[in-house]
Nanobody, 120 residues
Framework: QVQLVDSGGGLVQAGGSLRLSCAAE????????VEWYRQAPGKEREFVAA????????SYSDSVKGRFTISGDNSENTMYLQMNNLQPEDSATYYC?????????????WGQGTQVTVSS
């Protein structure tokens, strides 16, 4: 059974940093594109970053470009999101996402989410 486990969230002051982790259990990422999304209370889930396995193959939303970095570690089967210069508007629950081929076709897998709170 495939499971994504998000971790690394917490409370940080504006200007601070956090590193989120997304570990895959039951299956290796195997170079599949992994995405990070976030959702703040009362708002829709929004795309944050994607990629992580090859330099130059990553993409970011405009709101985090230059501050966040996505990267992957195949040996740990874990995807990371390094978040620097955090601002209060970055406060949200962050989720990782991947699509894997299954017996039913392409299936979406989501982490349980990790809360990031940035105080001003």
């Amino acid at each position: 059974q495939v499971q994504l486990v998000d971790s690394g969230g917490g409370l940080v002051q504006a200007g601070g940093s956090l590193r989120l982790s997304c570990a895959a259990e039951g299956r290796t990422f195997g170079g599949h594109t992994v995405e990070w999304y976030r959702q703040a209370p009362g708002k829709e889930r929004e795309f944050v970053a994607a990629g992580g396995w090859r330099v130059g193959s990553n993409s970011y939303s405009d709101s985090v470009k230059g501050r966040f970095t996505i990267s992957g570690d195949n040996s740990e089967n874990t995807m990371y999101l390094q978040m620097n210069n955090l601002q209060p508007e970055d406060s949200a629950t962050y989720y990782c996402h991947v699509q894997f081929s299954t017996a039913y076709g392409l299936s979406d897998f989501w982490g349980q989410g990790t809360q990031v709170t940035v105080s001003s």
